[in-house]
C-alpha cells in the first residue's frame, strides 16, 4: 500500500545541515504516520523523529531535539527531516517509515519503509 523512497542524504561537516526527503506512493486514503530512523553497522536501528498524519503532534529523540526538524506536505505525500547543527554522531544510514495504525519512535510501529539515505558528517 506504501513506497517510500529517500533522497537528501550526503557528506557535510560537523556543524553543517542536511534535508531529507521522502516521497510516499500511496494507494489509499486512509491516513498514516510517518517516521524518520536511523542505523549505524552493528546497532538496532533507532527512531529519530516522527510526525502524525496531521502534522499536530510530533516526536523526536532526546539526541537530535532543537537541531532536527520533521514536517510533511501531504499534498506532495513527502516527508521532510531539516538536520541541522550536524555531528558526527549523526552519521548513520537514515530510513523514512510509516504506519496506517501507530505512530512514535518504536520502529515495530512502522509497517513500511524505504530503502535509506546515508548521512555522514565528519569532524
Known amino acids: 500500500q506504501v513506497q517510500l523512497v529517500e533522497s537528501g542524504g550526503g557528506s557535510v561537516q560537523a556543524g553543517g545541515s542536511l534535508r531529507l526527503s521522502c516521497v510516499a506512493s500511496?494507494?489509499?486514503?486512509?491516513?498514516?504516520?510517518m517516521g524518520w530512523f536511523r542505523q549505524t553497522p552493528g546497532k538496532e536501528r533507532e527512531g529519530v523523529a516522527a510526525?502524525?498524519?496531521?502534522?499536530?503532534?510530533?516526536y523526536y529523540a532526546d539526541a537530535v531535539k532543537g537541531r532536527f526538524t520533521i514536517s510533511r506536505d501531504n499534498a506532495k505525500n513527502t516527508l521532510y527531516l531539516q538536520m541541522n547543527s550536524l555531528n558526527p554522531e549523526d552519521t548513520a544510514m537514515y530510513f523514512c517509515?510509516?504506519?496506517?495504525?501507530?505512530?512514535?519512535?518504536?520502529?515495530?510501529?512502522?509497517?513500511?519503509w524505504g530503502q535509506g539515505t546515508q548521512v555522514t558528517v565528519s569532524s
Open positions: 500511496v494507494s489509499t486514503y486512509r491516513s498514516y504516520c
Open positions: 517509515a510509516a504506519d496506517f495504525n501507530r505512530c512514535g519512535l518504536g520502529r515495530w510501529n512502522y509497517d513500511y
Open positions: 510526525i502524525s498524519f496531521g502534522s499536530s503532534v510530533t
